[in-house]
């Protein structure tokens, strides 16, 4: 998609890898940030996530990782779809790795996030977007230095279950700056045709693209 004139909608856009998509997405000129009067929405970035494994905090979690995101999805539908009066748009999913590889300390997050790579696939694989004009992609980010990886980090140090398996995962992995997921997102939003796109980016492997579906969709195979 090209960005030039494009509006879009960043969800969690005031830190983290939010912040840096929006700046990203600002940074390519005259792109406009959603508002009413802009009269139409392009790009819907559902960013918005948290993790917590709690008795107290497991319910949001889902709640937002999962349930938020396809309320947003939704959402955005109404006003892109092109056989409702709207103009087509993307609408990227932020999932993780978490939602490609299993993560043993933190089930409820990689089980939303599992849950935001289906759901954002099938509805990529849905013949339905021909006339909707609306695509769907899925970024999934591994360990990335902001506020909530330094919270879980926290957190996983002063729960000693696992801490040797959950640190060598980290170390493997590394850990990546916001702005070397901005660059793949960028990438990943500027292709021509992204529907069905998943792309993993990572410290220890770099960008790597996990299904780059065709955009007709195949709705005779399973
Ligand atoms: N930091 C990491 O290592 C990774 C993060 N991710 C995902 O990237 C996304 C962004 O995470 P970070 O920037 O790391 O976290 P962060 O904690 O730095 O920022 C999250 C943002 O989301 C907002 N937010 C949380 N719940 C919200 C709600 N209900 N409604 C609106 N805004 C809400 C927060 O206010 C905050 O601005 C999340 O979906 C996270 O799961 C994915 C892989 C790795
Ligand atoms: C402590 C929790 C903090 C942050 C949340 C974050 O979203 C969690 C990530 C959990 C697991 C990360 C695993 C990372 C794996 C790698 O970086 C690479 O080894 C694999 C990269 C891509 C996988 C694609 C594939 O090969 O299927």
Known sequence: MKLQGKVAIVTGGAQGLGRG????L???GVIKKVIKEFG???ILVNNAGVNGEEPE???RTIQINL?????GTRLAETY?????GGRGGLVVNIASTA???PMFHGPVYSGSKYGVVGYTTSMAADPKTLETGVSYA???????ATELFEESHETLLNNNTGLDLAAKQITDAGIQTVADVVNGFLQLVEADDNNGFVMAVSKQKGIQYVHRRPRKPRANKL
């Open 57 to 59: 905090t497991w319910r």
């Open 21 to 24: 998509f929006a700046q990203g």
């Open 80 to 84: 892109m779809d092109k056989s409702a």
């Open 67 to 71: 349930i938020g995101m396809i309320e």
């Open 138 to 144: 899925t970024l999934c980010p591994a360990f990335t």
């Open 99 to 101: 939602g490609l590889v």
């Open 26 to 28: 600002l940074g390519k």
């Open 40 to 42: 139409g929405l392009d």
